[in-house]
């Protein structure tokens, strides 16, 4: 597998782009059919969840968004050590230290259940330096760029 | 497996999964009734009066409407009126929406449906209410506080600069001349003549017979229905019912229309206080001076 073939690390640049790919296919294949659900359930099908005015509907399509969205990522890196995103500019996952399992390719990806976590992990990589992020870092992964 | 065939039949199985699971969640096909509460003073931005609280706000109303009769699964439109009325643009654009509907529109009147909510129900096909329900008191008012008095007593005058007759007319700092007076009273019954006009239209009364209702004078359900003002006595069963029949089905889920709001009213349900301190502040140091607001 070219995972085994070491790379260098990737520019973040390139990541982010990688990232907003992959993003675009997440809208169409999982963000379409839930947005559809979202316009067609009534409220009142949550309202036993709801306190008062809390919206247990946004909150139950958006943890539905975010718990196919990780796993969008994780099974396409666990399998093929890249997704379609990162496969278009030559990226992969390569572990630090043992295989990648798919636990460390869940947890490489939980961040990405929302925008701002995504953004605090980022941060990271300026404070510290590093090329990794700090789910990354938890995962023992990083992402390398083909020679 | 090949590296694009697990791709695209891993991109499949997330299209099959998202549209399982929103069927799961429930995209409904069933019949609908679409219920849409009016409660409290109705405006433009639903901010109410001080001391009363939240209002309806008309444009959330509207966006209500909208969503109910673009559903294909709502059969019919249930308004939970109970409101004492409001600013005489609110309810016109909500009145004058409701006629553009073709599903059955019915009102519920629970506690109040007074004035502006009047005008309001008066455009729906079947007005539903209590016998004890409060209905009617149709007329105009755009009464204020005038503090030209308390100015006095404290020694502070008002310093009148203005390059138009009418410009500062309803300012709380002066009283209000003859001239004014005579200006807004003219105003006042144009709207006047325009909501009973509406009333007669969309109930099908004589306009001589709401000229003698509209004196301002509420009226009980068990009166208003003689007056031909309601349709029905009851309650929700009813109000559901006459829905069904108008729309012609027989099973129909209702389904409670909430205002979406924000995260402030959430939280401590911080609104009323809000309100009380914004009437109070403002009435005293607001210096954009605003004409009277005219509400029906």
């Not at chain 1, 995103?85 to 295989?99: A, C, F, I, Q, R």
């Not at chain 2, 219920?35 to 931005?45: H, L, N, Y």
């Not at chain 2, 004890?132 to 100015?151: A, K, N, Q, R």
């Not at chain 2, 000229?211 to 006595?233: H, M, P, R, S």
């Amino acid at each position: 597998m070219k995972s085994r073939k070491k790379g260098v690390p990737a520019r973040f640049f390139r990541r982010v782009l990688a990232y907003f790919l992959d993003t675009l296919l997440i809208a169409l294949v999982i963000g379409l059919p839930i947005g559809y659900a979202y316009e067609n359930t009534d409220d009142s099908k949550f309202e036993f969840l709801s306190p008062k005015d809390f919206n247990a509907k946004d909150l139950i399509l958006g943890s539905a968004i975010g718990i196919l969205t990780v796993l969008y990522w994780a099974i396409f890196e666990y399998k093929l050590r890249q997704s379609p995103g990162k496969m278009l500019l030559k990226l992969y996952v390569s572990p630090t230290n043992k295989e990648l399992t798919f636990s460390h390719a869940i947890i490489r990806n939980l961040t990405k259940i929302s925008g701002f976590l995504l953004v605090l992990d980022c941060l990271y990589m300026v404070f510290k330096k590093t090329h990794r992020r700090y789910m990354e870092t938890i995962a023992e992964t990083e992402v390398l760029r083909y020679e | 497996m090949n590296k694009a065939i697990f791709i695209v039949l891993t991109l499949l199985g997330f299209i099959v999964v998202s549209f399982v699971l929103s069927f799961l969640i429930g995209t409904s096909t069933s019949n609908k009734i679409a219920m849409i509460p009016i409660k409290g003073a109705i405006s433009s931005s639903g901010g109410g009066l001080p001391f009363e609280g939240a209002g309806a706000s008309s444009l959330n109303i509207l966006d209500q409407l909208k969503d109910a009769d673009e559903d294909n699964n709502v059969k019919a439109i249930i308004l939970e009126i109970d409101s004492p009325g409001g600013t005489v643009l609110a309810s016109k654009e909500v009145a004058d929406k409701i006629k553009e509907i073709e599903k059955p529109v019915v009102a519920w009147v629970r506690g109040t449906g007074a004035s502006g909510a009047y005008w309001i129900a008066s455009a729906t096909d079947r007005i539903v209410a209590d016998e004890l329900s409060v209905i009617g008191s149709i007329g105009v008012t755009s009464s204020y506080l005038e503090f030209s008095g308390l100015l006095k007593e404290y020694d502070v005058s008002y310093q009148r600069l203005v390059t138009g007759e009418f410009k500062d007319l309803g300012s709380p700092y002066k009283e209000l001349t003859e001239k004014e007076r005579e200006l807004l009273m003219k105003k006042i019954n144009q709207i006047h003549d325009f909501f009973i006009r509406e009333i007669s239209e969309n109930r099908n009364i004589s306009l001589a017979k709401i000229n003698k209702l509209a004196t301002g004078e509420f009226f009980l359900g068990q009166e208003a229905i003689k007056l031909g003002l309601i349709d029905e006595l009851g309650g929700r069963d009813e109000a559901v019912n006459v829905s069904k029949q108008l729309a012609n089905v027989t099973e129909a889920e209702v389904v409670k229309y909430k205002d979406s709001e924000g995260i402030f009213d959430y939280l401590l349900d911080a609104k009323i206080p809000y309100q009380v301190g914004q009437g109070i502040g403002s009435a005293f140091i607001n210096t954009d001076l605003k004409k009277p607001e005219i509400r029906a």
